[in-house]
DNA sequence: GCCAACGTTGGC
DNA sequence: GCCAACGTTGGC
């Protein structure tokens, strides 16, 4: 099993908004860069855990886990001419851009903001953390996956220790795919 | 809104 | 194939 982080922009597409999607799934499209594509198009399989990460907000951070439910599968959105990545250069016949099947396993209730992931010695190479990285679909070890994992967990964070709300619903449905 | 970093494009 | 121009990303 392998471990991926997202980048997403909340504006566009939250965490909430796949919280709110049917069976808490949803098609991860719009991917428009070779490296990240090809992760999605040959290393991403079901089962695979995703770091889910909310970009171009503040704070920026990890706001929950996610699995992979589908493999790569091409992405109709790259021929809609009515569609913000609409790539005049893909086609249903060859379509260039590949998209994946993700369901949400968990939104913490502590968002893991990059401040703490740049404290944690254990996480210096992570790839979100090297300067000038962009890739939105990024490959993450299985040891930082574990401590972002337990820093969403420890109190340690910073910023307000506010007392727990409600604890976070914890979503762990089993069927597998959609539809 | 600024701007550094990076990917892509296209002329040559 | 080089590389300057340009567009985008994304933290701040």
Known sequence: ????????????????????????????????????????????????????????????????????????????????????????????????WVMVDIRLVEKFDQPVTLDVLRAEPKLAKMELLRRGSRLSVQPVTPEEFKIVERLAKSSTSVGKESPKSAPAPKIAKKPSTLS
């Open 1 to 96: 099993m392998r471990y991926w982080l997202l980048k997403t922009e909340p504006e566009g597409f939250s965490i909430d908004d796949l919280a709110a999607s049917p069976r808490q799934t949803t098609c991860w499209d719009g991917v428009r860069n070779y490296q990240a594509r090809n992760s999605l198009r040959d290393d991403f399989r079901p089962g695979d855990k995703v770091l889910f990460y909310h970009s171009s907000i503040v704070p920026a951070a990890v706001v929950g886990l996610a699995e992979v439910v589908r493999e790569g599968y091409p992405d109709p959105t790259a021929w809609d001419p009515d569609h913000k990545h609409f790539d005049p250069g893909a086609t249903a016949e060859n379509a260039r």
